[in-house]
């Protein structure tokens, strides 16, 4: 392994670190937890999922997911509806509160990202938006 490589894997590492721990102050002011930031996050960019399939995408167990969707439902974030076309089928659906919760989140923590990137030139926020960009559409989950 190359110097250059192990140096960007911290880089990226710490970069990730430190906006999630943001993220985590920023969760503290809304009254949610990370993880069910996290299922709000899947059932708002991938619609109409499963408690199989949300588990699947958090790793968590069906039931610890389960325990997640309960508080969600009683903080009025989300709602569990009988699918249309088969009724043994339960869908995950965002409620507006939830919506308007991962919104200003999401606004809280692009203003972090700003306010850092405003210490820097114009020149180096560009490389590191071309950068970002480029390794972005090249990684493969």
């Known amino acids: 392994m190359n110097e250059r490589t192990i140096r960007i894997e911290e880089n990226l590492r710490r970069v990730c670190y430190k906006i999630k721990k943001k993220g985590r102050e920023i969760l503290n002011d809304v009254d949610i937890t ?3 930031f996290e299922a709000l996050q899947h ?3 991938e619609e109409n999922l499963t408690i199989g399939e949300l588990s ?3 790793f968590l167990a069906c039931s610890t997911v389960t325990d997640l969707l309960d508080r969600m439902e009683r903080n009025d974030l989300v709602k569990r509806v009988k699918d249309e ?3 043994r089928i339960v869908r995950l659906i965002v409620l507006p509160k939830g919506h308007e919760l991962l919104e200003r989140v999401m606004e809280n923590r692009r203003a ?3 306010s850092v990137l405003s210490e ?3 020149n180096t926020v560009n490389c ?3 950068s970002f960009e480029v390794f972005n559409l090249n990684v493969e989950i």
């Open 56 to 58: 699947a995408k958090m």
């Open 112 to 114: 972090y990202i700003e």
């Open 34 to 36: 990370p993880p069910q």
């Open 128 to 130: 590191i938006d071309k």
């Open 85 to 87: 076309n088969d009724r």
């Open 120 to 122: 820097l030139d114009e």
């Open 43 to 45: 059932l708002i960019y």
